[in-house]
């Protein structure tokens, strides 16, 4: 071939290289969940393959592999919603919103423990294996409560500065946490249970979900406005921005196929792959089923979890704040939590 033809061939073959494929994903099960028909958060405990959900007044334990129910933890009529789990305590974490309380329960039994006093709008729940300790996020009361599973014993309470929502480990000794009233990161330093920094992410409305590279040093936050920001774990820089879908609520990345996903409550599930630490690309979406907003994954298998349920076509759906879409009205009893496998 001439070099000519070589010139004008050329944009095509970029473009050829720059065209991406949104990747495959099955429904493998569906697992009935029931009333209550408030959801909240999806918590994967890696190692017994167990998915724990945040429904109402309890938390439904879900065995990963097969979709067998195997117990519910009840008591928190003020609503659960995050769930941390302390392996080598042999006990779980959970909150009673209303009440401004984390709820201890026992991994075997699943009945509940001691409850201990936190903060008002007790909500997201983050474990930090460098401490072993509990962090509860203290949503509207701009604080995180600390908790030592030891001794189920608040230990500190850490002042952020505004109002937050979610929160992950870095497992290096850092948490990080959204700070959905002022756009920012907010660093904790685990071991002096301070806040070692403020990192701003303007373009990012109401950070909701939030996911993290801890071997790239990356953090994935997804935002109320549609895009899900990038954030250099290590200098707070913003890396990336990307569109995702309508409604976020959770984010998760898949280390071994480097995927980052936004779970999104216009029934979609958006795909962003990692080339490199500096590098993203938008792979489009996965449709799941309207109200799909929370999410969880098993990085051992790469299996995809999301709670969703049947809506209500009688239900006035009102606007949500900012002119963004309202959420729609589930019909009562049909919770489910679907199971998403990579491949055809």
């Not at 709008?121 to 604080?143: E, L, N, Q, T, Y």
Request: glycine share 12%; net charge negative; proline share 7%.
């Amino acid at each position: 071939m001439s070099r000519y033809w070589l010139l004008a061939l050329a944009p095509f073959f970029a473009t050829a290289a720059l065209a991406q494929t949104t990747p495959s994903y099955h429904v493998a099960k569906t697992v009935a969940l029931g009333a209550p028909d408030s959801w909240d958060y999806i918590v994967i405990d890696s190692p017994s393959h167990r998915v724990y959900v945040a429904h109402g007044d309890r938390l439904t334990v879900v065995d990963g592999q097969s979709g067998a129910i195997l117990g519910q933890v009840m008591g928190m009529p003020g609503g659960s919603h995050g769930i941390g789990i302390s392996a080598a305590t042999g006990k779980g974490y959970t909150d009673d919103g209303q009440a401004a309380e984390a709820v201890a329960f026992d991994l075997k039994t699943f009945q509940t423990g001691k409850r201990i006093k936190a903060e008002d709008d007790a909500d997201g729940i983050a474990f930090d294996p460098p401490s072993g300790h509990i962090f509860v996020v203290d949503g509207d009361s701009k604080k995180l409560t600390v908790i030592d599973p030891k001794t189920d014993s608040a230990i500190a309470t850490i002042d952020a500065g505004g109002g937050l929502e979610y929160a992950v480990s870095g497992e290096n000794g850092k948490l990080y946490v959204n700070g959905a009233e002022k756009k920012e990161i907010v660093r904790v330093n685990t071991a002096t249970n301070a806040v070692d920094a403020h990192w701003p992410i303007p373009g990012c409305t109401s950070p909701h979900g939030l996911a993290i590279d801890t071997a790239g040093h990356r953090l994935f936050v997804s935002c109320l406005n549609a895009v899900l920001t990038v954030v250099n774990t290590d200098s707070g820089a913003v890396v990336a921005t990307l569109p995702i879908g309508q409604g976020t609520d959770g984010a998760a990345f898949d280390p071994k196929r480097k995927l980052v996903f936004s779970s999104n409550n216009d029934g979609t599930l958006s795909v962003i792959q990692e080339k490199t630490p500096d590098t993203f690309v938008s792979l489009g979406s996965i449709k799941t089923a309207v109200t799909g907003k929370n999410m969880g994954i098993d990085p051992a298998t790469g299996r995809i979890y999301v709670t969703v349920a049947d809506i209500d076509p009688a239900a006035v759906v009102a606007p949500g704040p900012g002119g963004r879409p309202g959420r729609p009205k589930p019909l009562p009893g049909t919770l489910k939590l679907l199971f998403l496998d990579p491949g055809p």
